[in-house]
């Protein structure tokens, strides 16, 4: 009897599965349908054993059934090319209708292809020796026919959807369907060599080694599911349209009580195991480190909350000297969110903003958070895509001159428009910017053409002597602003003795070494700098002394709290003096009536900025301003 071949691919197929079976596995779109084709190929290779010894024991059994084996065996060889139909399918339709629709066309052959199998004749010969054995005739042509349709198929989705199929993935599966045609073709010519089952096996074994070894979803450190994993898993939920509690784990700080490396790594092991060990929890390793858990069920999740807080309360290792304290960020349902893909955006949203997780450790994300999260999104859309459409608008808000009595300088104020033309405003996007790391773009480009509209407009034919050019705090902690911003006045030909620019006491608590350092360069060129925002915030008199400025802007909170608070004259008047003392110049900000403006002069204030006079303008509304109010 021949079955050596098939009894080595069922040995194959065995050994495949035990290991698939046994790994963990994070069972994907693709990993289950690996595991269809993996189970028909071995079916129909144990039915090709099974056909075999049906016919060298042919004159035992009664003829009809010896037959029905053998079409049997027929039916089960289109199986594995039917399923692997269905494995690049995974790949292809992300939609489920589309993906659907595929494969009932698909099933729509087998279901013509097998019962002409079982109803057109077949013929069978076998030596007297049982050495050569191989069945003939209509019914085998009909599965070979199906089949071939299928590696059609199969083929021709491969070329079409290339670009959303992976390259190896591609490769993998021409592969095996190259070793399977090939099989089939010698076997066709040669009926006594049955090699196609085998070769089945062989592709099975190439797509398992390549594609769909469980192992190679797991993070070779800690053995959790990794991020690419994680990726994968959360396309195919969202795919599928189903929800998840989500547990994350943000490890910031560790505290090491005397321990060792090697204690250490114990701890580590113990830990992971514990978490994995959670029940009805899916452990994923992201790229930043965090420790990502999915729950299927939110009772669950709560659950497991519970049990790995306390936990983590008591140390880890050998005398438990090792203690991890991460920041837990809870997500009670996915449906929250527009896609569960966001997850990625909700842990920077969380880690950028929460002040809640720094206080107390633990976020539970609310409706709120998430609106917010998605708005943040949206200007960071906004913000880009203005640059890339050059979008990007400077107004500009005249300030009067006490001393002149004109308008001796000017604000510039960024302004963005959304697509529909709304202004958007500027606290808002500046915020997200700063955070993004989207600002340092964003302040170059308002500070270059702040520097064309001098150049090409030149204002101080008016009398504009400066312009204030804000400077986020972001900014100022960017060692190379201030060759940056030089080398920018160099290339439009700007005296530096024309820029004027506005820090705030946010950029002094950062790195201040770096802030002095870039002001003093900006200082030793020319530029002069204000200090914005004073009367919000601490409005610490040692940044004045400390930072060198030569204008300090009253911010119109404080401004407003004058004209409203009886104390907070006093407060004013004191900030006022000293201020002065200081030779510094005063900037009140958001003055609104001519009352307002009045007493702010009798009070010696240098310069007043406000609606009283003109809000922010456009540059050809700004020039006709101060050309009009200044001759
Ligand atoms: P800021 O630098 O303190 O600018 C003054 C803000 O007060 C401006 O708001 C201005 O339009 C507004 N304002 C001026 N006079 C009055 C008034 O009489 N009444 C009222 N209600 N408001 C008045 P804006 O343009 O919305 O800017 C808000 C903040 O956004 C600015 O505060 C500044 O911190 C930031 N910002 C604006 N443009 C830029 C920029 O180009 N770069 C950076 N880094 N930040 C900017
Ligand atoms: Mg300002
Ligand atoms: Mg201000």
Known sequence: MNIQVQCCG???????????????????????????????????ITMDALSIIAICNGEKLPPLFVKLVCKTYLATLILPVFCAVYYICTDIYTRRVEYRRVLYCNAAIGLVGIPLIYLLPISIHCDMAGREVYTYGPS??????????????????????????????????????????G???????????????????????????????????????TGLFHQMALTRYLKQLSNREKHVSILLMVFEHSFYQNSSQESETVAEMEMINFISGVPG??????????????YEDRA????????????????????????????????PDSAML??????????????????EL??????????????????????????????????????????????????????????????????????????????????????????????????????????????????????????????TYIAIMERYGISPQFINLEITETAALGTKKVVLDNMNRLIDYGVSFSLDDFGTGQSNLNYIVDMPV????????????????????????????????????????????????????????????????SKPLEEQAFLAFIRGRNA
């Open 281 to 294: 929890t899916m452990a994923f390793r992201s790229a930043g480190d965090e420790i990502l858990l999915l």
């Open 183 to 221: 099989a089939a073709i010698i076997q066709f010519f040669h009926n006594e060599l049955l090699l196609v089952g085998y070769a089945s096996a062989i592709g099975i074994m190439v797509l398992y080694l390549k594609l769909e070894n469980p192992e190679m979803n797991l993070d070779k450190e």
């Open 338 to 355: 527009q896609d569960v893909k966001d997850v990625f955006l909700l842990i920077r949203h969380a880690r950028q903003n929460s002040k």
């Open 300 to 331: 669950e999740a709560e659950k497991g909350l519970g049990i790995l807080r306390r936990r983590f309360e008591c140390g880890w290792g050998k005398d438990g000297q090792v203690f991890r304290h991460p920041f837990w960020i809870y997500l």
């Open 550 to 613: 030569s204008i300090v802007k009253f911010d119109r909170s404080m401004t407003n709290s004058y004209f409203e608070n009886g104390k907070a004259k006093y407060v004013m008047d004191a900030a006022m003096h000293m201020i002065q003392g200081m030779q510094l110049k005063i900037v009140s900000e958001g003055i609104e009536t001519r009352e307002q403006c009045e007493i702010m002069e009798a009070l010696g204030i240098n310069y007043i900025q406000g609606y009283h006079f």
């Open 10 to 44: 069922i040995v194959l197929l065995l050994f495949f599965l035990y290991f698939y079976s046994r790994q963990k596995n994070l069972h994907l779109n693709t990993g289950t349908a690996f595991f269809r084709t993996l189970i028909a190929t071995l079916v129909s």
């Open 358 to 483: 720094v206080d107390n450790g633990f976020l539970q994300i609310g409706g709120e958070f998430i609106q917010e999260m998605y708005r943040t999104r949206e200007i960071e859309w906004l913000i880009f895509n203005a640059i890339g459409q050059d979008r990007i608008m400077v107004y500009y808000q005249p300030i009067y001159s006490t001393a002149e009595k004109r308008f001796t300088s000017a604000e510039a104020l960024v302004r963005i428009t959304d697509e529909s033309g709304r202004m958007v405003p500027p606290n808002d996007f500046i915020r997200a910017a700063e955070k993004n790391g989207m600002m340092l773009r964003l302040g170059e480009i308002i500070f270059e053409k702040v520097c064309r509209f001098i150049k090409e407009s030149n204002p101080a034919q008016y009398g504009l002597q400066y312009i204030e050019v804000n400077l986020s705090a972001v900014q100022c902690a960017y060692a190379p602003l201030a060759d």
């Open 140 to 181: 085998v042509l009909a599965a070979y026919a199906s089949a071939s349709i299928y590696f059609v198929i199969n083929w021709v989705l491969l070329l079409r959807k290339k670009n959303v199929i992976r390259k190896s993935r591609r490769a993998s599966m021409q592969f095996w369907m190259l070793v399977w045609i």
